[in-house]
């Protein structure tokens, strides 16, 4: 990049009225004014910015952390597969009870019935609602960003079948048909699983998306594209979707969580995830019956569902008030 | 920073206490960036029956001046100093006392009247809305009464008005019942925001007669907001100029258009394009040197462009137009909005098909070509949009925008590329340093130099240019017009330059075709048209264009009211019946609640 220099050919009088338009090449605020801005000088790109607005949201910023502790705990201490983890016990074997079963320091979780450790056994069912969790919001974003912004920019017959293929999604009862397909896919481990509720729970965004795309396409950078003789793929790549991914970004961040509770809810239900995979929706079903007598059978992975759940949701509302600040910065 | 007031030696306009006075007016606001001073320290009045202007540039601060006189500012905006409303001060009166003093003591006439008004409720129900709020008139008195305020700003049929909704009204109507719901309650002072920036030249000059006779006969005064220099010298006693949030001068309308003293506005009247003054002020542009067989850049033959509704019958945008732009000449087309001009740009483009008829660049018809052949004709044709804010990628940095069309025809390599762009920054005035940045980095002026340099990346034989300078400021726009007469000298493109701005076009333009409801009313070479116009409708719409000198000004006021005579036409005023009664608003104490009080009150 040495050659692009900071220098000016035009010298300041490139826009001779500088101290009139100062405000304008500021640009930033309402109102406005010459005052030299902090990192004026400094280049900030979209994302940028919205970083920036992000770890500035408190509560998303605390449950990024919190997320990313679960994460990091819940694949490292019982291990993934083969390679062991750090910590010392299994989720397979039995161990002699204590007591009843009650959390201790040697079992911080608790056992459960049969005196397996309980504190191994939510890790694990932790790191399956989450792959499934993580599974289903790609999936279904990558579908309902397809879908919705081929609707959004083709128009025409094109969108009129799309639009009706989404709305058949949506009228069929979400539980019913995840139990039906799940029950079979579930024979294909926890990713078929995934792969099913991804299919049946795009609905929304690429409604969201055809809404953006349609606004969007009739921006006039689309049209100078166009008039430029861009190809309609370019179009969508380079000028619209990346112009949407802020809808794209939080819509995908909350249909993660929407998958959690729906997985737990299908495990629950016993259509989800079988044995001798689990869930934390599996965990609780499992124990249902002991919530009365041993009741932290029940309370932890119910905490884990509903921390993952909370972070979830607060990271979304964080990066849906970075990307829409509710000022409008364009403005001059 | 101190105000030039050179005021002090003219005549007093107008006598009284002020019905609006700011005394040391700050306002800051606090942003993610910090604080940002948009007011420091402004004294200013208005006296009953006066018009004062409040002229500056965008962010100069002047709109959120008179958002402080209704204390409707944004959460994050502090204020300091003085605000008197009549005998009212702004800054000490609660929820209930500021509610009170809107629309009674100060009302507001906004930019824009399809978003002023509420669409979804009856033009009477916005009326009555404000009359019954404040306790003037209920029920079929108060309809009366706003069939009266309807009748007053001259809208024919006001009782049948009362039940239409906004959307069924032309934009000056809206304008006009925007204006009744201000003088509703009879306030002692009216802030008009760019009450004409969205309107029509013709339409603007008939809100602003209407104006004009509102405070003559009602004797209110009027705190006009505006950036056009014309508007000032057609409306205002005292002028007062905003330069980022300070005022730097004031003085009656002749003292500063036409005896500025200070440098920003010496500067700001001087980029003031001239209706009637022909090419020159900002750069002579080159002669056409195409001969006479040279194909022309771009020809359309009896073009006609329908769009086809849902459920209503086809509208006929464009009607059987014809024109052709020779290579290295300029073509104006004006017109006011809805007449068809940005649909001939687009269709140009070839962004929409025609019904019927030909559009041909440089020979080669649009119509029956497809896939690579159209790409490379679209390579011939370069484009610039009006708004500075949408017509530029927001995720792309600078570099990346202008280089697009290269990629797009794999033109050349990563190195050449680069090289191009460089030369183009340099050729458009801006520095190479823009390279990285993002638009939204970028003032409205230099963002549309980014635009017309993307236009010129593929080196167009005709750059189509819709409205290029509508969306900047005065002296921006002159910047921009100056490079653009010097480029197009540089590149020799021919160019279809669409505007609404007849002194624009009478800059730069070698000829010029007047639209009106998609049809040509006019074509010919720009001084016949635009200074010897044949053509009735070209008078009305040169007589209506305002410019920025006072006397010149009154006189072109009133060759167009002999004008409008001569054809038979009213002219835009305030009627007000020998037996008006003004209202007296109910003064919401606490103590009269029963709502009647205002009916007993007299007349003025």
New interface residues.
Partial sequence: ?S????????GED????V?????????????????P???EDK????GQLVAR?FF?HRAALTSMIVLGIIIVVAFTSIGVGDIPGWWPKDYRLQYDKIGDGAPTWEYPFGQDTGGKDYFALVMRGTQFSLIIAFAVGIISTIVGTLIGALAGFYRGWLESILMRVTDVFIVIPLLVIAAVLGKTASSWGILGLALVLGLVTWTSLARLVRGEVLSLRE???V?????????PW?IIT??VL??A?GVIIVSATLSISAAILLETSLSFLGFGVQAPDTSLGTLISDYQAAFATRPWLFWWPGLMILTIALCVNFIGDGLRDAFD?R?N???? | MTTLDISASGPATATGDAVLAFEDLTVTFKTEFGDVHAVKGIDLEVRPGEVVALVGESGSGKSVTSMTALGLLPRNARVGGTIRVGDKEVGALDGRGLRNMRGNDVAMVFQEPMTALNPVLTIGDQLTEGLQLHGIAYGKQATARAAELLAMVGIPEPERRLKQYPHELSGGQRQRVVIAMAIACDPKVIIADEPTTALDVTVQADILDLLRSLKDKLNTGILLITHNMGVVADMADRVAVMLKGDLVETGTADQVLNHPRHDYTKRLLAAVPHLGSGPGQFGDVAPVEAAAEDLPALDLNNLVIEYHRLGKPTFRAVDDVSLSVAQGEIVGLVGESGSGKSTIAKCALGLIPAASGSVSILGTGFGKLRGKELKALRKRIGVVFQDPASSLNPRLPIGDVIAEPLVVHKEGDERSRRRRVLELLDAVELPRSVYNRYPHELSGGQRQRVSIARALTLDPELLVADEPTSALDVSVQANVLKMFTSLQERYKFACLFVSHDLAVIDLLAHRVVVLQNGRIVEQGPREEVLHHPREEYTQRLIAAAPVPEPLEQRRRREARHALLNKLGEDIAELHVDDDYERPTPRQDEGGNSSGLGGLLGGGS
């Fill in positions: 990049m050659d692009i220099r900071n220098s000016n050919p035009g490139y826009e001779p009225q101290t009139a338009s100062g405000v304008d090449a500021v640009g930033l605020a309402a109102g406005g004014s010459a005052d801005l902090p990192g280049s900030y790109s979209q607005r500035r921006r006039d950078f049209l100078a594209a166009q008039a430029v003789g861009t190809g370019r380079r000028h990346p112009n991914v600040p000022q910065r364009t403005k001059d």
